[in-house]
């Protein structure tokens, strides 16, 4: 295979007109589900890279048109559950975030450290859980195969209104103020200072940033969790505190700094920066 192939793809966002859905592994016609979603904004072209391609490389680079999406999920799992459940909790958050953000910084006012916006943590969870499996390989949705453990666990979740967040799971959340947008799959990264590592995963889109971690032992992050009470309903409200001033750099948790580790799955991992 040719190096121009092999980069296509691995770039490929868009599945088969039908095969099994990213998210419930059931097989029917597939969608677009977009990522971010369409109502948080951000549908401009982007451009889709490789976590490692060096920017000037245009051969490692594509660029998509209406912002990224993958083609890989059922219209049940797209429109119903991430469009009319859980989603429209994901674009209030979000966009309370970035306009209260926008709105300071067009008043020529200094951004306060911190500020609480209410939110449903249990349908932020699900929302988020729900894009990052639906952000999947393409040859996942040709493949009669069953979700990886760690997924499996996330997808009874988002099904399950009722459930608590899973014990073995925390969902971390950070002030995110940039354009580009990332999405971090089956990443394992160790941090020299602490000796110790975690299995994640990680959507990034301004203005918020999360960070799905899989049993992360005794590793304590300096982070805020978005599900304080992992037995608190699908409906209970509570406060989000973002953090203005203290946030991780745009490159967290990716780029461990010196002598730490990062190991990803490169067909599963896409950089994606807006004009």
């Known amino acids: 295979m040719s190096r121009q192939t092999s980069i296509t793809q691995r770039l490929r966002t868009y599945g088969p007109k039908e095969g099994y859905c990213a998210i419930c592994r059931n097989f029917a016609k597939l969608t677009k589900e977009h990522i971010p979603p369409k109502s948080c904004g951000n549908i401009d072209a982007v451009r889709l890279k490789k976590l490692l391609s060096p920017s000037t490389d245009n051969n490692s680079s594509r660029y998509i048109q209406g912002g990224l999406n993958f083609k890989s999920t059922c219209a049940n799992c797209n429109n119903h559950w991430l469009g009319d459940v859980f989603g429209p909790s994901l674009t209030g958050l979000t966009n309370d975030v970035a306009n209260y953000a926008k709105s300071i910084v067009d008043s020529n006012l200094i951004l306060p450290d911190r500020y609480q916006f209410v939110a449903t943590p249990q349908k932020v969870a699900r929302a988020v859980i729900g894009n990052i499996?639906?952000?999947?390989?393409i040859d996942l949705v040709a493949d009669n195969r069953g979700h990886f453990p760690i997924y499996r666990a996330m997808q009874d979740y988002f099904f399950d209104v009722a459930?608590?967040?899973?014990?073995?799971?925390?969902?971390?959340?950070?002030?995110?103020?940039?354009k580009g947008v990332q999405i971090l799959k089956a990443m394992k990264t160790c941090f020299a200072f602490t000796n110790a590592c975690i299995l994640y995963d990680v959507?990034?889109?301004f203005?918020?940033?999360y960070m799905v971690v899989w049993k992360q032992d005794d590793l304590q992050l300096n982070l805020d969790v978005l599900v304080k009470d992992r037995n608190m309903s699908i409906e209970t409200k509570d406060y989000l505190t973002v953090n203005f001033?203290?946030?991780?750099?745009?490159?967290?948790?990716?780029i461990p700094g010196e002598n730490g580790l990062t190991l990803f799955n490169d067909s599963q991992t896409a950089l994606g920066t807006y004009n």
């Open 245 to 254: 001033r203290k946030f991780p750099s745009l490159n967290f948790p990716e």
């Open 133 to 137: 499996l639906a952000a999947n390989s």
């Open 203 to 205: 959507i990034k889109f």
């Open 163 to 178: 459930s608590p967040l899973p014990e073995n799971i925390t969902i971390y959340y950070w002030f995110y103020p940039s």
């Open 207 to 209: 203005p918020l940033a």
